[in-house]
């Protein structure tokens, strides 16, 4: 079997989304932002400045965690929004903290999804942070989107749905190794649908169609 190479937590979104945006942002380092990618970068980039890290008697808050997982089953990397270490006698010790704690993880997200508790591309990609959270700490710990628009976190059911998760990001997992391992940018899916994708204009380069009327004028012209 072919060594697998590190994915990053973040483009497991990318790759749900559209495999050939996966592979042009991967291979390509292609980038590009629109409104959508703005208002998501902000709202973590608020997660991430620190403020919302605190403790208290009950709990220690820490954003902006890193966390890898590097075993023969998984090899994923990246940042974590939000880690909540709270105060148990039933919890695993913290390097760096004192007393033993219960884990939990919150993914920010900037709008609540209509119809659904959540969306199932947002559950893969907590259940991969929670893969990495529990190599990490050697804990099994809880799971929560936060939606900034309603102020309210909703649970992730791995404790119930744990298989159908890794099954899924497990085929994810495998897609996208295949592309990095050969490097080669796949076509658009059909069905795909591009509005707001934020590399549109990178992925099909707006190039004038082939005129031969065009072609003799330049000509004509000396150009
Ligand atoms: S424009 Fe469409 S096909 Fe191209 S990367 Fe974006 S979503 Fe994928």
């Given at each position: 079997?072919?060594?697998?190479?590190?994915?990053?937590?973040?483009?497991?979104?990318?790759?749900?989304?559209?495999?050939?945006?996966?592979a042009?942002?991967?291979?390509?380092?292609d980038w590009?932002?629109?409104?959508?990618?703005?208002?998501?970068?902000?709202?973590?980039?608020?997660v991430?400045?620190?403020?919302?890290?605190?403790?208290?008697s009950?709990k220690?808050v820490r954003s902006?965690?890193?966390?890898?997982?590097?075993?023969?089953?998984?090899?994923?990397?990246?940042?974590?929004?939000?880690?909540?270490?709270?105060?148990?006698?039933?919890?695993?010790?913290?390097?760096?903290?004192?007393?033993t704690?219960?884990?939990?993880i919150?993914e920010?997200?900037?709008?609540?999804p209509?119809?659904?508790?959540?969306?199932e591309?947002?559950?893969?990609?907590v259940?991969?942070?929670?893969?990495?959270?529990?190599a990490?700490?050697?804990?099994?710990?809880e799971?929560?989107?936060?939606?900034?628009?309603?102020?309210?976190?909703?649970?992730?059911?791995?404790?119930?749905d744990?298989a159908?998760?890794a099954?899924?990001?497990?085929?994810?997992l495998d897609?996208?190794?295949?592309?990095l391992?050969?490097?080669?940018?796949p076509?658009?899916?059909?069905?795909?649908?591009?509005?707001?994708?934020?590399?549109?204009?990178?992925?099909?380069?707006?190039?004038?169609?082939?005129?031969?009327r065009?072609e003799?004028?330049?000509?004509?012209?000396?150009?």
């Open positions: 079997m072919s060594e697998n190479l590190t994915i990053s937590l973040r483009s497991i979104q990318h790759y749900m989304y559209c495999p050939r945006r996966y042009l942002l991967e291979l390509n380092r590009n932002e629109n409104a959508f990618v703005v208002k998501a970068n902000l709202l973590h980039e608020h991430h400045d620190g403020s919302h890290s605190y403790s208290d009950r220690i902006d965690v890193t966390v890898y997982r590097d075993g023969a089953d998984y090899d994923l990397q990246g940042v974590l929004d939000c880690v909540e270490f709270v105060r148990s006698k039933d919890g695993v010790p913290i390097p760096g903290l004192e007393g704690f219960l884990v939990r919150i920010y997200k900037p709008k609540a209509k119809g659904e508790p959540f969306h591309t947002d559950a893969i990609q259940y991969a942070q929670k893969l990495c959270a529990d990490v700490w050697g804990t099994d710990c799971c929560f989107l936060y939606y900034a628009d309603i102020r309210r976190r909703v649970r992730l059911p791995f404790d119930t744990a159908k998760y099954a899924l990001l497990g085929h994810l897609g996208m190794q295949k592309i391992a050969s490097g080669t940018i076509e658009r899916v059909k069905g795909q649908k591009c509005s707001g994708c934020s590399i549109a204009d990178l992925c099909f380069p707006k190039e004038k169609s082939y005129s031969v065009r003799i004028m330049l000509q004509k012209e000396g150009k």
